[in-house]
């Protein structure tokens, strides 16, 4: 069983569902940080991030941020919340933003099952 760390950094977000990560085949991964930055020079942003559920094929809303001032960058996975998210092979971490400028950061664990 390999671990590998990986550090994923997407800047081409879009108004629609965008998948910025997708757990590989016969993996485990445990994301340890979703970080958004708000790169536009005047807008506030609005985010969603979603996470795709392969075993269910459904897509659930996990946190939302609402007017992003630009120039800051907000955690998705902090506090009482959760601090951990774990992904099962083919499960899917999506985003939607209100503006096109936001850059996303995760760090993310994978653990090869085979």
């Known amino acids: 069983m390999a671990n590998v760390y ?3 950094i997407d800047s081409d977000a879009t108004t ?3 998948v910025i990560y ?7 991964a445990l994301v340890k ?6 790169a536009h020079a005047s807008a ?11 075993s269910s094929t459904n897509t659930y809303a996990y946190k ?12 998705f996975l902090e506090g009482a919340e959760s601090t951990l998210l774990v992904l ?6 999506k985003f939607n933003t209100s503006v096109t400028s936001a850059t996303l950061f995760i760090s993310v664990l994978q653990q090869d099952r085979t």
């Open 64 to 75: 939302k941020f609402a007017s992003v001032a630009t120039a800051t960058k907000k955690e």
């Open 88 to 93: 099962e092979a083919s499960d899917a971490i």
């Open 33 to 38: 940080s979703i970080s958004a930055y708000n």
């Open 16 to 18: 629609n569902d965008k």
């Open 22 to 28: 997708t757990c590989p085949s016969e993996t485990v």
């Open 6 to 8: 990986k550090s994923i």
């Open 44 to 54: 506030s942003a609005d985010w969603i991030l979603k996470i795709y559920d392969s």
